[in-house]
């Protein structure tokens, strides 16, 4: 095919076919893109062949073009598209294009977050856009998340909200509605969210979900609840964490867990704890522990046993591992060790509150003396330690 070698002067037509769109919002419209869709000949002079798409008026508008250098073949693109719109002359069989993004349009682009970055920093030149998660709803196997997305386009901050079973699909969406209303496409509503909407912002999640989870589990004799970060996804200026929630029987067996994401870890174990309270507080009449139960509580006039089935065993901890529990908090363990009267197994909770003082870091451990119990359970404290200090 014959390569066009227009010569245009000093006219910007890429700016000119740009201010033209730019005029026309209120109109069912698209800017201009330009995609290279061939490249032919010597590697040391190749031609370049580059596609021009729009959207003027409803109508779908292709502009293909030859160079030898892309920006000439975008810039013949931009010139022909320019005269076609200004002289009115629109190809007859131009399709027309609805104003409103089908489903199939909002769901289909499984690079939207990466093809809005690459737009907002191309416009941009340093600016990407952030994703905030605002809610989650619906049951707890079957959750619903909603975040928006904002990015900065032509002087304004854009906003624009996805939803999705999990966030990464939310996000997903949220970019792909970003796109289609960056380039002139009206888009259905999201559909609303259920009644148990859980807010997700650090300032709006009651702080008092792990306090008041942890009372409640240690007025029935439980351990304290435990948070491990099990997976970690995104970016790094934009991470998302995964944080298991686990509670255990007064054997240490675990008879509950809870998941939740969220940009911050602190976040994602309060997300935890709130959904979980009310599933815990209904099930603690369920979990039952035949082997094992705790001390009974002292009385003012205490009675012998006959044959308890626990004993209290008095117990003191390694110096080499206190030096190194002390980097990661300025806290003392505490550590309950008994003996099982049938099997002489010795069994111990350690637990310690961490350098930020927001939670409790609990572990188990079991040997055949005391000793042993106390240091199999300070090992494991000290990996979940690892685990959530990571730089430590």
Known sequence: AEIN?????????????????????????????????????DPHMPVYTVLLTAVWNGRELAVKKKARRRQ????????????MISEGVLPSNAPQCSSVATPS?????????????????????????????????????????????????????????????NKKAADKNA?????????????????????????SSVEETPIDAKNKLQEILQKRGYPLPTYDVTDKDGPLHEPTFTVTLAVRSRAGKVVYRKKAEA???????????????????????????????????????????????????????????LGILSKFTSHRPDVLCVQAEKSGTFL??????????????????????PSDAVQCGMGNLLRNMRILYPLQ
């Open 263 to 321: 940009s911050q870890i602190k976040e994602a174990e309060k997300l935890c704890a709130l959904v979980a309270l009310p599933e815990v507080e209904q099930q603690l009449d369920e979990w039952s522990d035949e082997e094992f139960q705790m001390p009974p509580s002292p009385s003012p006039e205490p009675e012998e046993s006959s044959s308890p089935q626990q004993q209290e065993v008095h117990c003191e901890f390694d110096k080499n591992q």
């Open 5 to 41: 070698q227009i010569n245009m002067g000093e006219t910007n037509y890429k700016g000119l076919l740009q201010e033209l769109f730019q005029s026309n919002q209120g109109q069912c419209c698209r800017p201009p893109e330009y995609k290279e869709i061939e490249k032919t000949g």
């Open 175 to 199: 970019a792909e509605r970003m796109l289609l209303r960056i380039r002139g496409w009206k888009q259905p509503p999201l559909p609303p969210l259920s009644g148990d909407a859980v807010s």
């Open 348 to 369: 111990c909770l350690v637990s310690v509150r961490a350098k930020d003082d927001d939670c409790y870091v609990v572990a188990q451990g079991s040997g055949t003396s």
């Open 105 to 165: 349009q909002v769901g289909g682009n499984d690079n939207a977050k990466s093809e809005l970055q690459e737009m907002i920093q191309k416009q941009t030149g340093h600016s990407i856009p952030q994703y905030k998660l605002l809610h989650q709803s619906g049951p707890p196997h079957q959750r619903t998340f909603r975040v928006n997305v904002t990015a900065p386009w032509n002087g304004e901050e854009l906003v624009e909200e996805g939803q999705g079973n």
């Open 72 to 83: 000439e073949a975008e810039k013949e693109a931009a010139k022909e598209m320019y005269d």
